[in-house]
């Protein structure tokens, strides 16, 4: 055989031999969803997850919770830090800050957080600071059920992957969505954002599974939603909730899994501890933290707090509580006054959910409180509503709250218990279903409540908050112990 044909057949051969010995090739497919598991290098291996939600800026409580961390992480050097969201709003330390929330994400970046989904709440001061914490912190912001377009510059994933000892985690972010399609954030803060349903994309994601050795769930979507999650996904190994505030003492499995929730404003933290054995997950438990039991406070996080907490403008006095406020409503009286009379107005509402303290105790009242209170800088606006549309607003507002009266300033009134009534005693005179009355509220009430009116409202350009302050530096002392309007 000459040296021609013998090239010729050893081609041969090697053609034969590549088509029916290769390996079985699949459809091709995006990176992030093959179906194959690579190989896990975990053998036997405990992955311990600290985590929190609904933390609201409770900056003081960071030097214990940061002493709990560095605790743990002498036991767990590999400790994994998560926050189930709404990291912000409640603290105008925080808040009102000169860049939005530096605090709260600084302080976060030294503790060490490890990931965040996005709560409703991160919404509150807009896209672009959003932007900002997202641009400075040293941690993913998780959300799969926000749509992001292409001209919004915004980095949130819908999960990242963190390997721990060997194991390989993938953890997944979602968001609470209201009947009316959107997180419960100021709708102009979303306005070139859409959502979908948690329980309509979550599915999408069970591949997750197959590529890593546990997945978890950070879930701002309420203990309640949380558990029809578990129901409908059992692939998940845990969810970590957060939005309802629920302090889940004994968390425990619901179809496989587990599900749980630390209460809100850092006075809890949960420990996830997850057993492998030969790369299989074969425990799961979770243990509440009391941080207020940490008796140590880390020495540079309490120094950091002092420093955020040296604001001489929100710790000026402006009047005087001559008795202590005891709940939600006395306050809300107070900021609906405090709107009406600084508006003009014959009446003011204001929404249950926009009181964000339940209590301020007798004595000065600074700036800093009023902004605890009512922290969201919404404006203020003024409608021309005749009596039949007042009432019909009243009840519009009481099902958009959940059966909750809204605060009002200016008169009295009964919902009855179906929610299709409403009986209203006016503060001074009679009030007549034919009249026409100034209505005011913040934007917040008017974007998200239906409104029938008789024109298109009018910005008074002034915030809620502001209102108050100039209310409360004109009236110098407050008494509204045992003030009730809404039955």
Avoid at 123 to 147: E, T
Avoid at 224 to 248: F, K, M, R, S, Y
Avoid at 291 to 300: G, L, Q, S
Avoid at 323 to 345: P, V
Wanted: proline share 4%; charged share 20%.
């Amino acid at each position: 055989m000459n040296k021609k044909r013998l090239l010729l057949l050893l081609v041969m051969l090697a053609v034969v031999a590549y088509i029916y010995l290769r390996p079985e090739q699949k459809e091709p497919v995006e990176s992030t969803q093959s179906t194959e598991k690579p190989a896990s290098m975990a053998g036997d291996a405990e992955v311990n997850i600290l985590s929190v939600n609904d933390m609201h800026a409770s900056i003081d409580m960071f030097p214990k919770f940061a002493a709990l961390v560095d605790s743990l992480r002498g036991v767990y050097p590999d400790l994994l830090v998560f926050s189930a969201g709404d990291n912000r709003t409640g603290n105008p330390v925080n808040d009102q800050y000169d860049s939005v929330n530096y605090p709260m994400t600084a302080l976060m970046n030294k503790v060490g957080f490890d990931a965040c989904t996005v709560g409703n709440h991160e919404w509150d001061a807009g896209i672009a600071n959003l932007n900002n914490d997202i641009k400075r912190a040293d941690f993913p912001f998780l959300c799969a059920n926000v749509i992001i377009p292409s001209t919004v510059d915004l980095d949130i994933k819908p999960f990242v992957f963190i390997e721990n000892q060997g194991v390989k985690l993938a953890v997944i972010g979602l968001i609470e969505i209201r009947h009316d399609g959107i997180p419960g954030s100021h709708p102009d803060n979303l306005k070139q954002l859409s959502f979908r349903r948690p329980e309509t994309v979550l599915p999408q994601y069970k591949y997750l599974k197959d590529q890593n050795d546990a997945v978890i769930l950070l879930s701002h979507c309420g203990l309640e939603t949380d558990l029809e999650l578990a129901q409908t996904n059992p692939w998940l190994d845990a969810i970590l909730g957060g939005h309802t505030h629920t302090l889940v003492e004994n968390p425990t499995e619901h179809n496989g899994v587990l599900v749980t929730q630390a209460g809100s404003h850092l006075k809890n933290a949960t420990l996830l501890t997850l057993k492998f054995k030969n790369g299989k997950l074969v425990g799961k438990k979770a243990t509440v933290l009391d941080v207020n039991a940490v008796r140590k406070e880390n020495v540079e996080v309490a120094q950091m707090v002092n420093e955020f907490n040296d604001a001489p403008v929100l710790n000026e006095a402006i009047a005087v509580a001559k008795t202590t406020f005891k709940n939600s409503e006395e306050l809300g009286c107070m900021l609906t006054d405090a709107i009406r009379e600084m508006s003009g107005a014959d009446f003011a509402f204001q929404n249950t959910g926009g009181i964000r303290i339940n209590t301020l105790k007798k004595g000065p009242i600074t700036v800093k409180d009023v902004y605890s209170i009512d922290p969201f800088n919404n404006e203020v606006v003024v409608y021309q509503m005749t009596g039949t549309q007042v009432k019909r607003f009243i009840l519009n507002s009481f099902r958009k709250n959940g059966g909750y009266p809204s605060y009002v300033s200016g008169m009295t009134y009964k919902v009855s218990v179906d929610g299709n009534s409403v009986w209203i005693t006016k503060e001074h005179g009679n009030f007549s279903t034919q009249q026409l009355y100034k209505v005011a509220m913040n934007s917040y009430m008017a974007s998200t409540v239906n409104i029938e009116s008789e024109d298109e409202g009018q910005s008074t350009f002034m915030t809620s908050e502001e209102m108050l302050v100039a209310f409360l530096r004109k009236h110098k002392e407050v008494d509204y112990q045992g003030v009730v309007r809404t039955k």
